[in-house]
């Protein structure tokens, strides 16, 4: 059972950065994708960026493409995502979420696992 724990969220003003960590644990083998999802009220968990650990692969929704990383740390089991240049619409809920194998396709129903969720708000 592959447990995951979010944290580093938390309010800043337009155009700074926020760091989120995901504590992964109780896989196995190296053949997931970790990814990050955020949700306002009345919108739909969108998928922003996600990391297939076994090719190393990462993919940015296009909304925070150039802004976002996500990483790992070599041998430990966190993920990062390193948000930069912070805007208003960023504000949300955002999950860190795993599945098996591929990290396609991008979606919520896809992904197995799910964390609590930690606020991200951004001001103008």
């Given at each position: 059972?592959?447990?995951?724990?979010?944290?580093?969220?938390?309010?800043?003003?337009?155009?700074?950065?926020?760091?989120?960590?995901?504590?992964?644990?109780?896989?196995?083998?190296?053949?997931?994708?970790?990814?990050?999802?955020?949700?306002?009220?009345?919108?739909?968990?969108?998928?922003?960026?996600v990391?297939?650990?076994?090719?190393?692969?990462?993919?940015?929704?296009?909304?925070?493409?150039?802004?976002?990383t996500?990483?790992?740390?070599?041998?430990?089991?966190?993920?990062?995502?390193?948000?930069n240049?912070?805007?208003p619409?960023?504000?949300?809920?955002?999950?860190?979420?795993?599945?098996?194998?591929?990290?396609?396709?991008?979606?919520?129903?896809?992904?197995?696992?799910?964390?609590?969720?930690?606020?991200?708000?951004v001001?103008?």
């Amino acid at each position: 059972q592959v447990q995951l724990v979010e944290s580093g969220g938390g309010s800043v003003q337009a155009g700074g950065s926020l760091r989120l960590s995901c504590a992964a644990s109780g896989y196995t083998d190296n053949d997931i994708s970790v990814g990050w999802f955020r949700q306002t009220p009345g919108v739909e968990r969108e998928g922003v960026a996600v990391l297939e650990f076994r090719s190393g692969f990462t993919y940015y929704a296009d909304s925070v493409r150039g802004r976002f990383t996500i990483s790992q740390m070599n041998a430990e089991k966190t993920v990062y995502l390193q948000m930069n240049s912070l805007k208003p619409e960023d504000t949300a809920i955002y999950y860190c979420a795993a599945k098996g194998g591929s990290w396609f396709p991008l979606m919520p129903a896809y992904y197995n696992y799910w964390g609590q969720g930690t606020q991200v708000t951004v001001s103008s």
